[in-house]
């Protein structure tokens, strides 16, 4: 697993805190407050945990002084009705952070619990599983740092870092020759990918010397033509596989031989883990 947070957690959890708790929690003013408690948190559903970062976020934005125990780590496979984490501190600070900390624990585990899903159906071939730019707005990072708990790879984080040129790109400049050409004037240092979805134009793609190829909706039989005709490249490119491949086809699809297969349900069709907090007074 990559344990590099991201860069904007902090920003993400106080943008959740603003839309859930605004200027105050109303009704965690029923409570005493200087009353303590004990919370704790499981899980109703076999998983895979992400967002322990963000937990931890959410409560000292809240309240610095709660305490929080982990009995799971990012990545770690989590089975139903086990406790996932304990805290303790003030009542009023545990109950406001309850939902906030839980929409982003069980949004944030159901992404690495997809990718994990797909990417143990492709086990034992050499094909990757890559994430794509299909995320809840807003949640792009934190989808993707999901996705690499859950044992996926990163395709770009965005329109900057990455160039993929695809069917409206290639009918404006032209041609994937001319595309391509523009690209690497323009951003010589930057990977290109060129989507294609025909094997005449995956030859334009090889002819324009692009670094990577999305093979779109390509039938077994043509992803294995394609890969054929890549390996007796002198430079092969790598090779991608993309549209309408679900659980029950991609392991056919990776073993045709391509080098990865983009899945955009893993934060598009999102489901979140189903987890619940319970509370216990103590003083």
Not at 52 to 72: G, L
Not at 151 to 170: A, C, P, S, V
Request: hydrophobic share 45%; aromatic share 4%.
């Amino acid at each position: 697993m990559d344990a590099h947070l991201p860069p904007d957690l902090d920003a993400v959890v106080a943008r959740t805190l603003a839309e859930d708790v605004g200027d105050g929690d109303l009704t965690a003013h029923l409570i005493n407050a200087h009353a303590h408690g004990r919370a704790r948190v499981i899980t109703r559903e076999d998983a895979v945990l992400c967002g322990r970062a963000y937990v931890d976020a959410v409560y000292a934005a809240i309240d610095p002084s709660v305490a929080v125990q982990w009995h799971a780590a990012d990545g770690d496979a989590i089975h139903a009705g086990q406790c996932l984490f304990e805290a303790q501190g003030n009542a009023r600070a545990l109950l406001t952070a309850e939902r906030s900390a839980l929409n982003l624990l069980q949004t944030l585990s159901g992404t690495a619990t997809a990718a994990r899903r797909y990417v143990l159906a492709i086990a034992g071939t050499h094909c990757q599983i890559l994430d794509t730019r299909k995320t809840i707005p807003g949640l792009r990072q934190a989808q993707k740092y999901a996705a690499r708990c859950g044992g996926g790879k990163n395709h770009r984080m965005g329109l900057y870092d990455g160039i993929l040129i695809k069917e409206n790109h290639i009918a404006a400049a032209g041609s994937i020759v001319a595309a391509v050409t523009a690209a690497r004037r323009l951003s010589p240092h930057i990977l290109v990918e060129v989507e294609v979805e025909t094997l005449t134009e995956l030859e334009d793609a090889f002819a324009a010397e692009a670094d990577m190829v999305l093979l779109d909706e390509f039938s077994l039989e043509d992803l294995c033509t394609a890969v054929a005709r890549n390996r007796q490249r002198a430079r092969p490119l790598r090779l991608e596989a993309s549209g309408g491949i679900d659980m029950n086809t991609i392991r056919a699809v990776a073993q045709t031989g391509v080098d990865f297969i983009s899945i955009g349900a893993i934060t598009k069709h999102l489901r979140a883990v189903d987890l619940s907090m319970r509370l216990q007074v103590t003083a």
